[in-house]
């Protein structure tokens, strides 16, 4: 009964390798890959990948990753074992690329890191081939890895790889971050050039949430000489951001950042733990307005690549993107907000079975964005702005 049309106009391509989703990060550490399989399931149940092209992701080749990351490090990955963080022969460079417990060495690590970040080239590639309009990899959006060095659950930086592949074909490229975090590595990666626009939402709290970096004023370095001075945009928030303020935020900041750079392609980081109920999260975001900054992203109609990022509460994560996939494939009015009775694992989704559980009913924080703080924000970013020219 389920089986949604292709778009009309444009090509959607889904990039994913399913031995990802069967690494474990460890007991209690709040990265479950799994969360992939649970999106999977629902973007299938509901029919959706009859309206894509399916692309079994290869993994990246070292020297693909080594157009970013160092190779002292990237060797490191490779041979590292689990065990290794205790082992003494190695503790000088378990501590210099920073392993530990954000960042475990678990069975299989360097075979995860390259398949997601294989997805995200190939996702860029389609788009700079012309053989797809909107491309998705969820595995990846992994935004805080840098050059050398691991941090918050992220090894290899798939994001700036996948920027990296657009640059070929496009003179500007924008990325957006949605996540709750802040997104450092992307924009440390690209803070000396202005053919790349980095903005990224956050929560910021500079000594009490990771990574403490973001803050409006951190616009890349303004050295005279810096061309890509400016070109870091951030958005930093407070705790409890409801639905309405989020998406009229996203549409003025996001809206004003097209029309002046005018980039020739948008990278979209989707990081579910900017949802309400999220286990590391404390917004107030329902499935729909996070939705709703990835249909506004859409209307742009440049060449888009998606990707996924945090997101600590499966459910709910697995909901937003199979829900962002409907938008991506024009099937959001058509496909029914009630959880098909055929999916995989349905049990997850009680007791409402809907694709739109109120999550700021299940948890509500208290929304710390006052008005003029958020005017403030967007004032901000015009004024930045006024330095920027596409
Ligand atoms: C093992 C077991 C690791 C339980 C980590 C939450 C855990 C966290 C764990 C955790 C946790 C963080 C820090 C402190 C840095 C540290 C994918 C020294 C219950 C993109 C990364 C957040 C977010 C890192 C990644 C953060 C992303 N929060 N339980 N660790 N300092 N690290 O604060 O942006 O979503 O929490
Ligand atoms: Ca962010
Ligand atoms: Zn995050």
Redesign the pocket.
Known sequence: IYRIPRPQGYRVSWHANPAVEGHHF?Q???MKPWRLTLTKQLVMAYGMHNAMDLYLARAATYEEMAEFHETDYLDFLRQVMPGDIERAEQSDKVVRFNFG??CPIFDGLYNYCSLYAGGTVDAARKLCNDQSEIAINWSGG???AKKAEAS???YVNDIVLGVLQLLRHHPRVMYIDI?V?HGDGVEQAFWSTDRVLTVSFHKYDKDNF?PGTGASDDTGPTHPLNPGAHHSINVPLNDGIDDNSYISLYEEVIGACVNTYRPGAIVLQC?A?SLGCDR?GCFNLNVSAHGACVAFTKKFNLPLLVVG??GYTPRNVSRAWAHETSILVDADKIIDPQIPQSVAFRNHFGPDYSLFPSLSLIRQIENKNSRPYLEGLVEAVHEQLRYIKG
């Open positions: 460890g209690s550490h709040p417990d954000d992994l935004h805080h918050g659950f992220c996540d975090h990771f990081g733990d590391l990022g945090g």
